[in-house]
């Protein structure tokens, strides 16, 4: 915009100090501080199992905060989402996606039994574990993924990523949640060269 | 923008509705902690655009407003004024609503969780728990024979004795693995089994530890079973056993189960429930009140707009514009109100009209009588009773030589003096006044002289009388009658002159010829002293004779018709002409010409242009003459005037006119001189009229010399 009045231009200057308060108010606030709580990939294997099919192992580390194991164990369920993608290199730097799934897991306390199930939400299977640990170990690895493709694929680059599904908690905790950092858990990809 | 102008009302009611719909939404979605989990973040996405919309709204509209009331539009004040009243009401019961509701609800969901009720939840979760954890105790002990059992078999009994073993101790499925957890023999419940579940590395190595792992293990279609892991006494084998939970204990449990659990997921959420529920209830509360000011604006408008279109009828009529009519739109009180407005529009429009024709024709008859007025020749004033003049003609200030301001703020009976023209007019006009006032004579007649000139003006005075029939004031119409005056009475000179010439000339040439006959023939035949005086008494009749033909040929020439042979003559030499026979004869009178330089052209008789200036020349040099004294001056100016007109003046220092003969001068026979016949001025007043001119004396008394002033219509180039 160009050649702003005095008067537009205390109220913009109004509008963005107020806005940089509240940005400050926000970043600086307890709910947005970091408390422990992280996830990454730590390690990807990936094994040629035949010409158009790969098979992926992953494994990934996950720490939580202490307001996330209580939530947990008050019985509500946090559900992790792995993203993969390959993308194959185009002309002039351009990338296409030639394959996209997601792998859906949530991590849940039975106080009946004492145990911690870990549900497989895409192939509809559950594994029990004594421990939260045990638990979110379950959680951290991707074991043996097969990932197919079609012929015309060549080459590409492929790509991983966990993060924590906040739209899977309660409708209740949303609004807090979306507010928190500490709620905000993503590892951010993790790349990794196709086998030629 | 435009839409919100026009047609708003119908975007904030969908809007609210909308808005209505997701907090609904919202607050139901708040009922189930899994309820409608994917689309809240949608509904609140949703919401706040909406309420983003709907702000912008009514700030927009409150804006308008504020505007229209600063501006000072018609109905803005009161507009604001309802809409405060209206949302005022609606507001405040809104406000204590979310307060009693917020603290109520907040009560409400602490009082859901207190110690008993967790310590019942708890009670109930380790009654389940006490409930099953035998059939885990049953479940280790008889894991813990079937290891006694097999710690010594070897690999080919072991896939035998395996199955009957399960089969005694009814469980669903048995493995055994050796110490580096490799897979040795196993038994199944369930044929279709064939790889047998391996435990987690971890947990084997545990067991081979010494721990033994004794767990109940939920299952995904709701049921549950306990899973062993131990080692065989002699710790070369692990042993893994599966065994069923009844249905009764697994539905208890599991209701338990899912109880506590739901309890504590409400317990775990109770702050942020307690917070979301009050943030809708904000919502909730938030959106009642736009809709209250939104709702209140439209409300206000509604109600304000025919009230305003009245009060722009009721200006718009006040400014003369009748044509105004409002559209009845409603049928209730103020649909009445439009009705009975546009009934009396109608009927103002028509007294209107009305009042607009007898005004025209009022103006049409004032026209009339103001272009009679006019053209009339005659003055016309109308005074009043206190002497105020009201109404005069243009004739009324030609007549009396005044401008109209003369008139204006005048009073017959004011206390300052009139202006010098009308002292003598209003004089009259006074006595006539009341004259009539006593049913008088209401007719008079007055002579002034105005610049030289002398004014006869006949004055009728007659009462102006309103419907009643009570006496307004005056009507005073007056007239010039100098004309008139002068024409009757050169007529009847010129009556006098023809009678003169007709009944004295004729005897004169008899009479002088009987003279000189007598004179003839008596000469010589009587004696000498007869003979002296008959030629003395014969030469006095002839000479007297003479005089008297030169009189009447004077009379003569006075009294004939004007018969002018016009043509173009040059004032300035003519006058040349003449001037230089006096300025020659003169003697002991200093004469002086002044003329102009450039021509003076007048189309005029050169003989009677010449008589005019002869005998204007003859009377000053004969008045110097008169007064007896040396040293008298006599000269002829003659100058342009703006009008287009030639002044003529011939100035003497002679013996003067005296103030009451100076407006007689122009009569024949009356001379100011001891010698004149009286005829030479009336000769020149003649001449002059005759040339369409004007003349007029100045004198400021006896010898005190006078001057005659002609003024000439100069011919146009």
């Given at each position: 915009m160009v050649g702003l009045k005095g008067r537009g231009k205390r109220q913009r200057s109004v509008l963005l100090a107020g806005t940089l308060l509240f940005l400050g108010f926000f970043c600086c606030s307890p709910s947005y501080a970091l408390s422990g709580s992280e996830l990454s990939i730590s390690e990807v294997k990936v094994e040629t199992k035949s010409e158009r099919e790969l098979e992926l192992s992953a494994t990934a580390h996950i720490a939580m905060s202490q307001e996330q194991m209580e939530i947990i164990y008050n019985g509500i369920p946090l559900t992790f989402i792995y993203e993969i993608r390959v993308k194959e290199p185009k002309p002039l730097g351009f990338k296409r996606t030639r394959l996209e799934e997601r792998l859906r897991y949530q991590l849940k306390y039975h106080a009946l039994s004492k145990q911690f199930i870990v549900k497989d939400l895409v192939k509809k299977r559950q594994t029990s574990h004594p421990t939260l640990s045990l638990a979110l170990g379950e959680v951290a690895k991707v074991r043996k993924k097969r990932l197919k493709f079609d012929e015309s694929f060549e080459k590409g680059e492929g790509s991983i990523r966990l993060w924590l599904d906040i739209?899977?908690?309660p409708a209740p905790l949303r609004i807090p949640t979306y507010l928190s950092k500490n709620w905000h858990l993503n590892s951010g990809w993790f790349y990794w060269e196709l086998p030629q | 923008m435009k839409l919100l102008k026009k047609n708003g009302l119908l975007p904030f009611l969908g809007v609210s509705l909308i808005l209505v719909v997701i907090l609904g939404l919202m607050a139901r979605s708040l009922e189930s902690v899994a309820l409608y989990t994917k689309t809240y973040t949608w509904l609140v996405i949703a919401g706040v655009v909406l309420f983003g919309f709907l702000l912008f709204q009514i700030l927009y509209y409150l804006l308008q407003l504020f505007m229209s009331v600063r501006k000072k539009r018609v109905g803005a004040k009161l507009n604001a004024r309802m809409m405060l009243f209206f949302s005022g009401l609606s507001i405040l019961p809104i406000v204590l609503f979310f307060i009693f509701s917020s603290a109520l609800l907040t009560r409400s969901i602490d009082s859901w969780f207190d110690e008993s009720l967790d310590k019942g939840f708890d009670d109930a979760l380790s009654l389940a728990q006490a409930a099953l954890e035998t059939r885990r105790i049953d479940a280790l002990q008889i894991t813990e024979y079937v290891a006694n059992r097999v710690q010594n078999l070897s690999y080919l009994d072991l896939a035998y004795e395996i199955e009957n073993l399960r089969t005694e101790v009814n469980a669903m499925d048995i493995s055994i693995f050796d110490q580096h957890g490799r897979f040795l023999a196993a038994s199944s419940k369930d044929f279709k089994k064939i790889i047998p579940e391996k435990p987690d590395n971890v947990i084997l190595m545990s067991v081979m530890q010494g721990t033994d792992y004794v767990w109940l293990e939920p299952l995904k279609d709701g049921d549950m079973r306990v899973r062993v892991i131990i080692k065989t006494p002699d710790s070369s084998r692990v042993i893994q056993a599966f065994y069923e939970i009844p249905p009764y204990y697994t539905a208890l449990g599991e209701s338990t189960q899912e109880s506590v659990e739901k309890y504590k997921q409400y317990k775990a959420l109770r702050k942020p429930l307690k917070d979301n529920m009050l943030f809708l209830l904000s919502m909730v509360t938030f959106l009642a009140i736009l809709m209250a000011l939104g709702g209140s604006f439209f409300a206000a408008r509604r109600l304000v707009t025919p009230i305003t279109r009245l009060s722009l009828a009721t200006k718009s009529i006040s400014e003369g514009h009748f044509y105004k009519t409002i559209r009845v739109k409603s049928k209730d009180e103020i649909g009445f109100l439009t009705k009975s407005f546009n009934e009396m529009v109608l009927k103002l429009r028509d007294s209107h009209r009305a009042e607009q024709e007898s005004q025209h024709l009022l103006e049409a008859q004032r026209a009339y009588l103001a272009t009679i007025l006019a053209n009339l020749s005659s003055g016309v004033l109308v005074i009043n009773r206190q002497g105020s003049i009201r109404t005069f003609n243009e004739a009324s200030l030609l007549l009396l030589g005044i401008e109209a301001d003369a008139f204006t703020a005048l009073s017959l009976y004011s206390e300052g003096e009139p202006k010098p023209k009308l002292q003598q007019f209003f004089e009259t006009l006074k006595e006539l006044i009341e004259k009539v006032e006593k049913n008088a004579s209401q007719r008079s007649e007055i002579t002034r002289n105005i610049a030289g000139k002398l004014q006869i003006l006949t004055i009728r005075v007659s009462e102006q009388r309103n419907v009643e029939g009570a006496l307004i004031g005056y009507i005073v119409v007056f007239d010039d009658i100098t004309q008139l005056i002068n024409s009757e009475r050169e007529a009847a000179w010129g009556e006098v002159a023809r009678r003169l010439a007709h009944e004295i000339k004729n005897p004169l040439t008899p009479i002088q010829l009987s003279a000189e006959r007598l004179q003839f023939k008596l000469a010589g035949k009587v004696d000498e002293k007869s003979s002296e005086l008959v030629e003395k008494s014969t030469s006095t009749i002839i000479a007297q004779v003479n005089a008297m033909k030169e009189m009447v040929n004077a009379f003569s020439q006075y009294a004939r018709a004007p018969k002018l042979n016009l043509t173009q003559i040059e004032m300035n030499q003519l006058a040349e002409e003449i001037f230089y026979l006096y300025d020659e004869s003169t003697e002991g009178i200093e004469t002086e010409l002044n003329r102009e330089s450039e021509p003076l052209w007048v189309i005029g008789d050169d003989i009677r242009l010449r008589q005019l200036l002869h005998n204007l020349l003859k009377n000053g040099v004969e008045a110097i003459e008169e007064r007896g004294e040396r040293g008298g001056k006599l000269s002829l100016t003659l100058t342009k005037e703006a009008s287009q007109q030639l002044k003529l003046v011939v100035a003497d220092t002679g013996i003067g006119v005296e103030a009451d003969k100076l407006q007689k001068m122009y009569e024949p026979y009356v001379s100011s001189k001891v010698k004149g016949s009286g005829l030479g001025l009336a000769v020149v007043k003649k001449i002059v009229e005759e040339h369409n001119g004007s003349i007029a004396i100045h004198s400021e008394?006896?010898?005190?010399g006078t001057q005659v002033e002609v003024l000439l219509p100069l011919q146009r180039v």
């Open positions: 739209e899977a908690l | 008394g006896q010898n005190q």
